[in-house]
């Protein structure tokens, strides 16, 4: 079993949709919880960043963990075709990054 | 604005044949680190450098060696390619290792191994 795990997709939904993005973990030991955005042949760039249990907000996305569940999950509003790409989760454990494999997520206009 | 560049972007290679990736950053970065992305593995870690004259294993360090050749510049050499490390190479640097630290990512070099 992987420590972290999150659907690889695709997930496609209409221009306008709230959409949710999540991974479930194992290791209780994770304090620091990542978003990335990744485009096609890109590599991934950093989208949100959270360290307790609790929601964040930065305009269109809102990111949320539940430390007693190992369930983190990233919210996009109004979502734009632009969103289309690959979202992929990590936290932070022992000087490492542990990575979902990565959610594609595909916004039709 | 480069941030962190990778060469080169392509490569194919015959099985036993080596070489070296490059990578430099331009953000002053104490770590750097190489990745290797497969389909439905996710990143995984091969080696890290967290400071300059440093180096240490990762997830996934068999077959790899790494050079930090300064602050800039973190290579990942292959001696003896195999077909199993056909993939996507990420080299990306961050301020210090620690979650508090976002790491910045090149845009990849895709390897082929025939």
């Known amino acids: 079993q992987k420590e972290v795990e999150q659907d690889p997709g695709p997930l496609s939904v209409p221009e306008g949709a709230i959409v949710s993005l999540n991974c479930t973990y194992s290791n209780s030991a994770f304090q620091y919880f990542m978003w990335y955005r990744q485009y096609s042949r890109k590599g991934p760039e950093l989208l949100m960043y959270?360290?307790s249990s609790g929601n964040k907000e930065d305009g269109r996305f809102t990111a949320q963990v539940d430390k007693s569940s190992k369930y983190i999950s990233l919210f996009i509003r109004d979502s734009q075709p632009s969103d289309s790409a690959t979202y992929l989760c990590a936290m932070y454990s022992n000087y490492q990054l542990i990575w979902g494999a990565g959610t594609k997520l595909i916004i039709k206009p | 604005n480069a941030g962190v560049t990778q060469t080169p972007k392509f490569q194919v290679l015959k099985t036993g044949q080596s070489m070296t990736l490059q990578c430099a950053q331009d953000?002053?970065?104490?770590?750097m680190y190489w990745y290797r992305q497969d389909p439905s593995m996710g990143l995984r870690l091969i080696y890290y450098?967290?400071?300059?004259?440093?180096?240490d294993k990762g997830e996934v360090p068999n077959g790899y060696n790494v050079s930090r050749l300064n602050k800039r510049e973190f290579s990942l050499r292959l001696e003896s390619a195999a077909p199993s490390q056909t993939s996507v190479y990420f080299c990306?640097?961050?301020?210090?290792?620690?979650?508090?630290?976002?790491?910045?990512f090149g845009d990849g070099t895709r390897l082929s191994i025939l």
């Open positions: 990306a640097s961050s301020e210090a290792v620690g979650g508090r630290q976002p790491q910045h």
């Open positions: 450098s967290a400071s300059e004259g440093t180096t």
């Open positions: 953000m002053n970065h104490n770590s």
């Open positions: 959270t360290y």
